[in-house]
């Protein structure tokens, strides 16, 4: 068994909390999961264990926030998601998963810079109102960096927080979509044999853990205040990117 190995016990137990926390609301923090769980295993068989336990979590995060979601913002990212995943799924064998990381994370983290930056000090930046064939191309990035790592937080987070959604708006905009593609992802798991008796084992162990840690993010979530939400998300995103960057250089 794979968690019979007390590294790769310790290292799941990470991943999964950090996309507990991502998939309760605190957006971007998924994209942390991956990599976690890949110090101790090979990437590919982090990403099997940790799909099933996305979509676990996903139906959790999309009941407790079933009633708080953006459809326009959804109905332009997930179209542009689905043809990421594709590009995702058909290039799986040419990416370089360590400069992608990198890349991701070098954006992910100025833009946490930036946007702490503009809104230093209580100050109120204009919600962004860029049109949706813009969000199709950031769900086109969202859908491909998911497929390869289950990496598709900042993307999302990129187009959606300058929109400055209420918070329990944007943690179910955020449940919604990736619910949706991450059932999507499913087919090319498949046909990948990815799906081993060992990782369903693994999976199924840690989905207590999952349903617990995003049980505990929607609770902390809906009591927050909204400008102290976007502020953890921005500092989320400085460390997220720093995280990103440091893996693509070891």
């Not at 991943?15 to 976690?36: D, E, N, R």
């Not at 542009?80 to 954006?107: N, P, R």
């Not at 929607?218 to 998300?233: H, N």
């Not at 989320?236 to 960057?245: K, N």
Request: charged letters at 10%; a positive charge; one cysteine or more.
């Amino acid at each position: 068994m794979l968690l019979a190995d007390p590294v790769v016990l310790a290292a799941c137990v990470a991943g999964v909390i950090l996309v507990g926390m991502a998939k309760g609301g605190f957006s971007g923090l998924g994209a942390l999961g991956t990599p976690v769980v890949a110090l101790a295993l090979p990437p590919s068989i982090a990403a099997a264990i940790l799909l099933p336990i996305l979509i676990v979590q996903d139906v959790v995060s999309v009941w407790a926030f079933r009633h708080s979601w953006d459809k326009w913002i959804v109905g332009w990212m997930l179209p542009g998601a689905v043809l990421g995943i594709a590009i995702g799924w058909a290039m799986a064998a040419m990416i370089d998963e360590k400069a992608l990381m990198g890349v991701l994370g070098s954006i992910t983290l100025l833009f946490g810079v930036y946007r702490l930056w503009i809104e230093r000090g209580g100050r109120v930046a204009a919600a962004s109102t860029s049109p949706g064939w813009v969000g199709a191309l950031f769900g086109m990035a969202t859908g491909f960096t998911s497929q390869v790592a289950h990496a598709g937080g900042p993307p999302f987070q990129m187009w959606v927080t300058p929109r400055k959604l209420p918070h329990l708006s944007y943690a179910g905009t955020n449940a919604i979509l990736f619910a949706a593609i991450n059932w999507f992802k499913v087919p090319s798991y498949l046909a990948l044999g990815a799906f081993t008796h060992d990782v369903l084992i693994a999976a199924a162990l840690l989905v207590p853990l999952a349903i617990a840690t995003t049980l505990l993010s929607v609770r902390i979530v809906k009591v927050l205040k909204p400008e102290k939400f976007y502020v953890i998300i921005y500092l989320l995103m400085v460390l997220l990117g720093a995280r990103l960057i440091y893996a693509a250089v070891v």
